[in-house]
């Protein structure tokens, strides 16, 4: 099992910044993909940043790429996000997600967090 706990999400403005970030508690973390998804309401959940278990790989889909960073440290279990540039339409619920896949469907992670909520003001 891994424990997965969110934090840092709030308010901001557009065109602003927030740092996210998910401590890990639980199995060895540094074995693990580590993935970030968001939620917004009467949306299915979406895959916003992928980081491999050394962190030397990443990936973002277009609608985030350039804006958003990924970033581990295993030494301290835990996973950011930093945001950028941010818009409205980032406004959802953040979740961090734990898994052995690479691939980018909510169901193929095993371990979730309760999730934090940003919410962009234009």
């Known amino acids: 099992q891994v424990q997965l706990a969110e934090s840092g999400g709030g308010l901001a403005q557009a065109g602003g910044s927030l740092r996210l970030s998910c401590a890990a508690s639980?199995?060895?973390?540094?074995?693990?993909?580590m993935a970030w998804f968001r939620q917004a309401p009467g949306k299915e959940r979406e895959v916003v940043a992928r980081i491999s278990r050394n962190g030397g790989v990443t990936s973002y889909p277009d609608s985030v790429k350039g804006r958003f960073t990924i970033s581990r440290d295993n030494a301290k279990n835990t996973v950011y996000l930093q945001m950028n540039s941010l818009k409205a339409e980032d406004t959802a619920v953040y979740h961090c997600?734990?898994?052995?896949?690479?691939?980018?469907?909510?169901?193929?992670?095993?371990?979730w967090g309760q999730g934090t909520q940003v919410t962009v003001s234009s």
């Open positions: 997600a734990a898994g052995s896949t690479w691939l980018t469907g909510p169901t193929d992670y095993a371990y």
């Open positions: 639980g199995r060895t973390f540094s074995n693990y993909n």
